[in-house]
């Protein structure tokens, strides 16, 4: 079993015709410097949108631009700290002189294992400013964008997790926080006349580096392979026994931002290999 976060191929990316993927039109994606960001980002790229990667961290986000420009995509990486609002206002400012804000792609993320009562706080306050005010703020920032002209075209897409259906034990923000990009994207397709919709995507476990780190304490921990801790632990309540890859997370936003998802308005893209609802 191969558990290391694969490299994203030209061919593995879903590219769809859709009149909108065009050059003057931009896409957003916050974390695009690792896994599932920067595949979508890739991907993104791949099907003719201007794409801007807003990631902390300047290396890898970097890396995530040349990937994408050496597939013959155009993206523009900015450093953007997700805590930071004047941070974030300024890249979708700048993003806005590259053409029409159409698209945006909620991924970035980060995970805290511990129970309630022992969860530190500043931990909490870390997650929900950038797992839920973050794309709250980019939204609010980025739908004024979408209704210019008169137009009122645009689409919000929001990484979820099964843990937006399901809670698991000493994850508690992290769950708090995916249910609440339920709420979220149900908020502003309920504002949006079927014109600027929003939708999540919720998966299992994604060969990402969020996930994959954590293999290696629980394989000590348990006294297993790593390879038992993702087909017994991690894969366990799955009826797939192998974890995804981004690209295919990747290809869920391509296809939610298409006119073949028009009526997926506020729904959530449940991908979880029967994690969820087959047990």
């Not at 593995?12 to 595949?39: H, M, Q, W, Y």
């Not at 053409?99 to 309630?116: E, F, K, S, T």
Request: negative net charge; proline residues 4%.
């Amino acid at each position: 079993m191969d558990i290391r976060e694969p490299e994203i191929h030209s061919e593995e990316i879903l590219k769809l015709e859709d009149s909108n993927f065009t050059p003057d039109n931009v896409c957003l994606v916050s974390g695009c410097g690792t896994g599932i960001g920067r595949a979508t980002a890739i991907a993104a790229a791949a099907n003719n949108l201007m794409t801007v990667g807003l990631d902390i961290d300047s290396e890898q986000g970097q890396a995530t631009q040349k990937m994408a420009r050496d597939m013959g995509g155009q993206m523009i990486f900015i450093e953007t700290d997700l805590t930071d609002d004047d941070a974030i206002e300024n890249a979708v400012k700048e993003a806005a002189k590259l053409g029409q804000i159409r698209y945006l792609a909620n991924i970035a993320g980060l995970q805290h294992i511990d129970a309630v009562e022992n969860f530190p706080m500043e931990k909490y306050d870390l997650m929900q400013k950038i797992m839920l005010r973050a794309p709250f703020y980019l939204s609010k920032l980025t739908i004024p964008y979408m209704k210019q002209n008169g137009q009122w075209h645009g689409v919000i897409g929001n990484m979820a997790s099964a843990h937006a259906h399901i809670c698991t034990v000493n994850k508690p923000v992290y769950n708090i926080t995916k249910f609440g990009l339920k709420a979220l994207s149900q908020s502003i397709s309920a504002e949006g006349d079927g014109k600027i919709r929003s939708f999540t995507i919720s998966t299992g476990f994604v060969k990402t580096p969020l996930a994959l780190n954590q293999i290696p304490s629980q394989a000590a921990q348990r006294g297993m392979s790593p390879e038992a801790v993702v087909s017994e632990v991690m894969m366990g309540r799955s009826r797939i026994k192998e974890m995804m890859a981004p690209v295919d997370v990747a290809n869920l936003f391509i296809f939610g931002f298409s006119h073949f998802a028009r009526y997926l308005v506020g729904g959530d893209m449940l991908f979880d290999g029967g994690m969820v609802l087959t047990y």
